[in-house]
Nanobody, 123 residues
Framework: QVQLVESGGGLVQPGGSLRLSCAAS????????MGWYRQAPGKQRELVAE???????NYADSVKGRFTISRDNAKNTVYLQMNSLKPEDTAAYYC?????????????????WGQGTQVTVSS
């Protein structure tokens, strides 16, 4: 199977920075788009940023200019550098990846989620 493990969350003051990491492991041939989502209490899960295997990126308007997504394909790892954090960035952050696996003679692509890491921005 495939596991996504996030790390790097925590408590930070407004204006501070955090770097999230998400490593995919298991029966992986390769990964396609990887991304970060977040969910605040009482709200729907929303896309924060995503990056394709070729490095093309897409950001939510609310984080443009403050957050940067990157990836290390050799390590099947995606990062989210978060700067100038605001209280409204407080949420559980989830990693997501489209993983290609070899299943018998074929390859299949499935979407996997991490367990989430909490980011709290507060003074």
């Amino acid at each position: 199977q495939v596991q996504l493990v996030e790390s790097g969350g925590g408590l930070v003051q407004p204006g501070g920075s955090l770097r999230l990491s998400c490593a995919a492991s298991g029966s992986i041939f390769s990964t396609r788009t990887m991304g970060w989502y977040r969910q605040a209490p009482g709200k729907q899960r929303e896309l924060v940023a995503e990056i394709t295997g070729g490095g093309n990126t897409n950001y939510a308007d609310s984080v443009k200019g403050r957050f940067t997504i990157s990836r290390d394909n050799a390590k099947n790892t995606v990062y989210l550098q978060m700067n100038s954090l605001k209280p409204e960035d407080t949420a559980a952050y989830y990693c997501n990846a489209d993983v290609i696996r070899a299943v018998g003679p074929t390859y299949v692509t499935n979407k996997f989620w991490g367990q989430g890491t909490q980011v709290t921005v507060s003074s």
